[in-house]
Structure formats: structure tokens, C-alpha cells
């Protein structure tokens, strides 16, 4: 009783007075309390719920998709933790992923094939910003996402760090699933002139507003794509620091039709 007491005031303490945003991260969250979090009183209001920086990983996250209250959840983030493939395709399989329109997992141990898995869930109807950063999914887990048809309203992919290559970004470039994308983040995935030139040859992306592929191995024949490139006529923000073009490519983008188009480049 001490326990259910006290995880309530925990609740208490950090749902903001709306009752839309519940803070939980960094709480040393476990089984006990997400049991707990099952049983707790209508939640239904919480549109927001982190769970971010608490080691969660098997029991945990099997409780959690079992999770019945938070009916109005909008934004969930799992940021920091331990989820790994098998906990992924748990969470593919969780109601609570239903009425998500934004799911954060960077920073866990996800590989390909969870990334699958949870691309494919056919709970991810109506999400829109999906982060995957900082997972090992490797160039198959993009493949993966690159071939589903279960994230229709898909707007914001992130994909920072992880492991993608030329080959997983060919694979999103050529993609017919995400047209819808306006945000794509690639930054630190060893990115060279194929994978530039594979964007720049893009006719999926042409909707993009925001690119950001820094720290990536870019040259200059895969500078010169992107600033020739035809499909960025939508494009306002492009970061590119920390990639491998000399001083006259960098003057030839700077200088370009796409560079006068955009609100924003950031570039060494």
C-alpha cells in the first residue's frame, strides 16, 4: 500500500496541472511502478509521457504495452533506455502506440530487425515524427523503413547515427513510401557521394523543408549534386558542416540557385 501510495504522489509531482504532460524520466521506473502506471486512475488526459533514462528493457516494457488508461497519448519517449529487438517488437505490438503522432527511441540498442518490426506495425497509422537515432539498425533497417506502408502520416524522420551508410540512404532516397517527409535528419552515418547524389536525385523528397547531413564523408562531386539538384524547390534549412568538400565546392553551393532559396544553410 506504502508503494501504490507513493507512486502515486510520483504521478502527482510530475503531471503538469493540465494533466497533459506526465515527466517520468530519470525516475528509476521499473516493473513494480509501470504496474502501478496500469492500475492508476484515468490518464487519459495525458497527451505527453517520458519514460526517458530509466534502464527499461524486458518485463518493463512488456508491461507498458499493456498499459489500458492513456487513451489521449499523442507523444511518447523511450529515449535512453534499453530496448533492444525483442523489446521492439513488443512495443509494434502495444495499443498504446495507437493515437501516437510522435515516438522517441534514440539512444536504445534497437538493430534491423526491430527496426522492422516496429515500421510495420500496423499501430503507427497516424504517427508523424519518428526518432531512431543512436539505434544500430544498419543499412537493412533502413531498407525496412523504406519499404513500409504503415507510416502514411509520416512528416519527421530521424535517423542520426545509425550505421545507415550510402546504401541505407539510397534506399530511403528511393523510396515511394515517404513523400510525405518534410524533415529528414541523416547527420554521422558515413555518408559519401552516393548517398549525396542519391538525395540530390530524389523525387520522393521533394517535399522536404529541413535536410541535415552533417558530419557525414561528402566530397565534392556529392556537394555539387545537392546544389544542383531539381528536388529541393520546397527546401529552407540545409545543414551540411563537417563533411569533406574543398573551399571552391563550398563556394560553388554557397552561391548556388538552392543556397539563395533557403532561409537557412549551415555549412563549415
Excluded at 508503494?3 to 516493473?31: C, H, S, Y
Excluded at 497519448?73 to 513488443?90: F, P
Aim: proline letters at 3%; aromatic letters at 4%; charged letters at 25%.
Amino acid at each position: 500500500m506504502e508503494e501504490v501510495v507513493k507512486f502515486e504522489q510520483t504521478i502527482l509531482a510530475n503531471l503538469t496541472e493540465d494533466g497533459k504532460l506526465l515527466d517520468l524520466e530519470d525516475k528509476n521506473i521499473g516493473p513494480e511502478e509501470l504496474r502501478l502506471l496500469c492500475e492508476a486512475e484515468d490518464l487519459s488526459s495525458v497527451e505527453q509521457l517520458y519514460l526517458s533514462q530509466n534502464q527499461l528493457c524486458g518485463e518493463s516494457i512488456e508491461i507498458l504495452s499493456q498499459v489500458k488508461g492513456l487513451t489521449g497519448l499523442r507523444s511518447l519517449y523511450l529515449n535512453h533506455n534499453i530496448i533492444g529487438d525483442e523489446e521492439a517488437k513488443v512495443l509494434a505490438n502495444a495499443e498504446i502506440l495507437q493515437n501516437l503522432k510522435c515516438l522517441m527511441l534514440e539512444a536504445n540498442n534497437i538493430g534491423p530487425q526491430g527496426a522492422e518490426m516496429l515500421v510495420n506495425s500496423p499501430n503507427l497509422k497516424n504517427l508523424e515524427i519518428l526518432f531512431l537515432d543512436s539505434n544500430p539498425i544498419g543499412p537493412e533497417g533502413a531498407r525496412a523503413v523504406a519499404r513500409s506502408e504503415q507510416l502514411p502520416r509520416l512528416q519527421a524522420l530521424h535517423l542520426d547515427s545509425t550505421r545507415i551508410g550510402d546504401e541505407g540512404i539510397q534506399a530511403i532516397a528511393e523510396s515511394p513510401n515517404l513523400t510525405g517527409l518534410t524533415k529528414l535528419y541523416l547527420c554521422s552515418n558515413k555518408m559519401g557521394d552516393a548517398g549525396a547524389i542519391a538525395l540530390a536525385k530524389s523525387e520522393s523528397l521533394r517535399n522536404l523543408i529541413v535536410l541535415s547531413i552533417w558530419r557525414n564523408e561528402i566530397r565534392d562531386e556529392g556537394g555539387k549534386a545537392l546544389a544542383e539538384s531539381p528536388n529541393f524547390m520546397n527546401l529552407e534549412r540545409l545543414y551540411m558542416s563537417l563533411n569533406l568538400f574543398e573551399r571552391p565546392v563550398r563556394k560553388i553551393i554557397r552561391s548556388s540557385e538552392l543556397a539563395k532559396r533557403l532561409t537557412t544553410l549551415v555549412m563549415d
